[in-house]
């Protein structure tokens, strides 16, 4: 698909945090906003909404909250998927059912040292 050019006004703070985040993650700012939007048109509206009205209150504890449940969430997603991954490639061992803590600890570093 071809690629179009839109443009967008931020006010200095907004791009100065989107160019410092560009950099930091070394994307060109441009990746860095067509990221940002591929991402924010999959959620639906009323949580974009929803998200904009935190953003615009002076306090922004209720936000900051709402993104540390988004990171809780987008972790536990990650784990799940490595999880199924190494199970459809039979790489987790079957832990018996009188497994100690140590053991499943031991079995979890053997798994981690493979990669």
């Known amino acids: 698909m071809a690629a ?28 860095f906003i067509a990221n940002a939007v591929a991402v924010y048109t999959e959620l639906p509206k009323d949580v974009r ?13 209720v936000l900051r909250a709402v993104i540390r449940e988004i990171g809780v969430l987008v972790a536990r997603s990650r784990f799940d998927l490595a999880s199924r991954r190494l199970a459809d ?3 987790l061992p079957d ?11 031991d079995q979890a570093s053997a798994i981690v040292r493979r990669f």
Do not use: C, F, W
């Open 4 to 31: 179009v050019t839109l443009s967008a006004s931020l006010d200095e703070g907004e791009a100065r945090i989107v160019k410092e985040l560009a950099s930091r993650e070394h994307r060109s700012t441009s990746s």
């Open 49 to 61: 909404d929803t998200l904009l009205e935190l953003k615009a209150e002076k306090s922004s504890a």
């Open 89 to 91: 490639q039979k790489l």
């Open 95 to 105: 832990v018996p059912e009188d497994a100690t803590e140590q053991d499943v600890l």
